[in-house]
């Protein structure tokens, strides 16, 4: 079954380094998104990305983040200067459609901004 | 702005029916979705409304009443690896593609034997 692949599973940073974060979306999928979820918290949107161009984005996603799609197969979130507060799950998602379509979601990549 | 809330947990025995709750205030609507999600896990994908009325799909049920911005997810003949959280999800009305969709804090189950 197709699915979302997503690495590193986990990456341990010092605060102030840039963190550059890798998806894999399922490959007919046109539809891509990021979100996050600090341990015990809800999961949180992003970002959205479609025909290469971010279509909505949260109040979360300021100037420290950008998302690029640099090949035909990846999707990337970059955290320019990572804080504590970065620390979190972040999750890569894509979906066929996107009036109607689920999101399938990968496994998650652990950020810990020490 | 947009609220989803639902139940913070709730617990349940073996081979029961339990109905987690969903209620909702958005500036638009375009479907309803229900994820579950195990600890230190991805969300699944189970259901998914956008008309009232009620959709089944084995033992998980889900319905939806635009008019009150309500939903439930109705779980039968638990099982423990039903232990999980449920998330209820959102996708508001956008002019834009890949409108996202918005997550209420999730339920936890547990079930018990």
């Known amino acids: 079954e197709p699915e979302v692949t997503q690495t590193p599973s986990h990456q341990v940073t010092q605060m102030g380094q840039e963190v550059i974060l890798r998806c894999v979306p399922i490959?007919?999928?046109?539809?891509f998104y990021w979100y996050r979820q600090i341990l015990g918290q809800k999961v949180e949107f992003l970002v959205s990305?479609?025909?290469?161009?971010?279509?909505?984005k949260s109040e979360i996603f300021d100037d420290q983040f950008s998302v690029e799609r640099p090949d035909g197969s990846n999707f990337t979130l970059k955290i320019r200067s990572t804080k504590l507060e970065d620390s979190a799950m972040y999750f890569c998602?894509?979906?066929?459609?996107?009036?109607?379509?689920?999101?399938?979601f990968g496994e998650g990549s652990r950020l810990t901004v020490l | 702005g947009q609220n989803i809330d639902q139940p913070t947990e709730m617990t349940a025995t073996e081979g029961a029916i339990v109905q987690i709750n969903c209620t909702y205030q958005?500036?638009?609507?375009?479907?309803l979705f229900w994820y579950q999600q195990h600890a230190g896990e991805a969300p699944t994908f189970l259901s998914y409304?956008?008309?009232?009325g009620l959709e089944e799909k084995g033992r998980f049920s889900s319905f939806l009443s635009r008019s009150k911005g309500y939903s439930y997810l109705l779980l039968k003949e638990l099982q423990m690896k039903d232990s999980a959280s449920y998330l209820c999800?959102?996708?508001?009305?956008?002019?834009?593609?890949?409108?996202?969709?918005?997550f209420g804090k999730g339920t936890t189950l547990s079930v018990s034997s």
């Open positions: 998602a894509s979906s066929e459609t996107g009036g109607t379509g689920e999101l399938f």
């Open positions: 490959s007919n999928h046109l539809y």
């Open positions: 990305f479609y025909n290469n161009e971010i279509s909505e």
């Open positions: 958005t500036s638009g609507f375009n479907g």
């Open positions: 409304n956008v008309l009232d």
């Open positions: 999800a959102v996708r508001a009305r956008s002019h834009q593609a890949g409108t996202a969709l918005i």
